[in-house]
């Protein structure tokens, strides 16, 4: 696993230390097309338990596995890694599209808009992988929204647990805070090449 720091993990759990699952603002979790309203809010939960379903799950509506979900942060993050787990049978995200710092994106704005970063997606039903990012874009991100457009096959996609990885900032989520992102522009607003890529790594 690729740590944020220097010391030897072999006794340390660095995806627990460096969850960034603390610092979501889970109520105001939004999904588009999720078959049961408010089930996205379920997939976002402590490291260790990613794997546990009983407490539900996110599926897309029948016949369309196209899903957006939009993150906000009570923070400023800067986001090192992101873990998806899927389903079973076809249902697993097979791609997965990031924007930060923007609100209100839907299945219109995603066809028009430049991703920050783009991955192919691997079934990663036991919670083993993670996807690095581009670091040096995802800085100061007050909410980052996912695009995951297509699947394995299935006729729904199906997601267990989506897991942050990154460090908070001080820069609480406020007025004035909203203010100045309204205000200076974001780099990655004026991006007109799209860039694909960041690999990934297991996570034991």
């Known amino acids: 696993m690729a740590c944020l720091h220097d010391h030897s993990c072999e006794d340390h759990n660095c995806a627990a230390d460096w969850s ?13 097309n999720e078959s049961v309203a408010g089930s996205v809010k379920s997939v976002f939960k402590p490291w260790e338990q990613r794997l546990d379903t009983s407490g539900g799950f996110l599926e897309s509506n029948e016949g369309d596995p196209e899903l957006i979900i939009f993150i906000p942060f009570t923070s400023d993050v800067k986001i090192k890694s992101i873990s998806v787990v899927g389903g079973a049978d076809g249902t697993s995200p097979s ?95 004026h991006k007109t090449k799209s860039e694909t890529g960041g690999g990934f790594s297991h996570v034991e």
């Open 95 to 189: 791609r997965m599209r990031a924007f930060i710092n923007r609100e209100g994106i839907d299945f219109n704005d995603v066809q028009n808009i430049q991703p920050v970063q783009e991955w192919e997606l691997a079934e990663n039903l036991q919670g083993v992988l993670e996807y690095q990012t581009r670091y040096s874009r995802f800085q100061g991100v007050a909410n980052l929204t996912l695009h995951f457009p297509e699947n394995f096959g299935g006729d729904t996609s199906k997601i267990y647990y989506i897991g942050l990885r990154g460090e908070a900032t001080q820069n609480k989520r406020d007025v004035v805070a909203t203010i100045v992102y309204e205000v200076m522009p974001n780099p990655s607003d």
């Open 20 to 32: 960034l699952f603390n610092h979501i603002d889970i109520p105001k979790v939004v999904a588009l």
